[in-house]
């Protein structure tokens, strides 16, 4: 990665010096990437007398694993894949020694923490690319998810997905176990079938929230040249809301494997349409300088996480309907 150009930077922030030297040198680089995915295996155990402090660590390591993705794509912004290719294959090392070799959890990073983000980047940087780079990595995501799902379900069971998701959520479950009769174990079917589509939507929201942060930090550093239409102006291909209307029909009416991942796809493709939606009512407050409501949507879905299913019925419609075509498009974020 190499600093922008002292005339590309006239109207950006100058880049702290720390940052500078973690950013555009490959050997620092590739200590961050590793000490950022990393550090949820070792950060949490700095300080296991102190519970309060150890949550707390916890909390930061979970927070510094899923800001790797966002680092790949900002370096592969800055300095193309012939930075962002020796940063991962010497940060992999690490990641592989760490893990005693384990090829998959190496693949995992390689693929899916570098390769994935890194062409996301590029794929944001065309125009179109807001919705593009996200429907990349839905794409993959997803893929990833059922692709895991079913290999662990040949190896260690009959090959029925439902019944070895609830085998790796038993100990959720164990301590309730025998407690609450056919209650626990309807709820435990319940999350067993909606859990992997659950996890592919929170995935796929941390890498594209993660991408488009990197984006701002390009952005306002100076390094940043290409589309950069707001998060709101969003609009996802409408062969994907299609597809969601008839993923959920097999996931009403079938059953077995079908029924189980045609949930994951809908639960999936919800999450990006429910984006969305926020994203027509956010510029519709925004328009009309109602602040105050825009603040109290964001609030209110903070607390009541069902509320989103309104936004997600609008982001379906937005996509036949256009709900923002009076809106002048705004360059910038």
């Known amino acids: 990665m190499t600093p922008p150009p002292p005339e590309q930077t006239a109207a950006s922030a100058a880049m702290p010096p720390l940052l500078d030297f973690l950013l555009t040198r490959k050997l620092p680089c590739s200590c961050l990437a590793f000490t950022l995915f990393t550090a949820i295996f070792w950060l949490p155990g700095l300080f296991p007398g102190a519970p309060m402090i150890a949550f707390l660590f916890i909390l930061i390591a979970v927070v510094a694993h899923f800001t790797t993705p966002a680092l790949f794509a900002l370096i592969q912004i800055g300095g193309g894949g012939s930075f962002v290719t020796p940063v991962a294959l010497i940060s992999s090392a690490g990641v592989a020694a760490l893990n005693r070799f384990d090829p998959t959890v190496t693949l995992i990073y390689l693929l899916f923490y570098a390769v994935l983000p890194a062409m996301a980047a590029n794929i944001l940087r065309r125009h179109g690319g807001l919705a593009r780079s996200g429907e990349v990595l839905a794409v993959a995501i997803?893929?990833?998810?059922?692709?895991?799902?079913?290999?662990?379900?040949?190896?260690?069971?009959d090959g029925s997905l439902q019944k070895y998701t609830r085998m790796l959520m038993a100990p959720m479950f164990a301590p309730i176990e025998g407690r609450g009769g056919d209650a626990v174990e309807e709820v435990e079917a319940s999350l067993a079938l909606a859990m992997p589509g659950l996890?592919?939507?929170?995935?796929?929201?941390?890498?594209?929230?993660?991408?488009?942060?990197a984006r701002w930090l390009a952005m306002r550093y100076g390094f940043y040249h290409d589309s950069c239409f707001s998060w709101y102006y969003v609009r996802f291909q409408p062969r994907l809301a299609l597809l969601m209307l008839l993923a959920l029909v097999p996931a009403n009416m079938a059953g077995g494997n079908l029924q189980f991942v045609a949930i994951a796809l809908s639960l999936l493709l919800a999450a990006l349409f429910a984006v969305q939606g926020v994203a027509v009512a956010h510029l519709w407050l925004k328009e009309r300088q109602l602040n105050v409501l825009l603040a109290g949507m964001y609030i209110f879905l903070f607390f009541w996480s069902l509320a989103i299913i309104p936004f997600v019925v609008i982001g379906l419609l937005d996509t036949w309907f256009d709900f923002r075509r009076g809106a002048p498009p705004e360059e910038g974020v």
């Open 142 to 157: 997803f893929c990833a998810v059922t692709a895991a799902l079913a290999l662990g379900a040949a190896l260690h069971g």
């Open 199 to 213: 996890v592919a939507g929170g995935l796929w929201s941390i890498w594209w929230g993660g991408l488009l942060g």
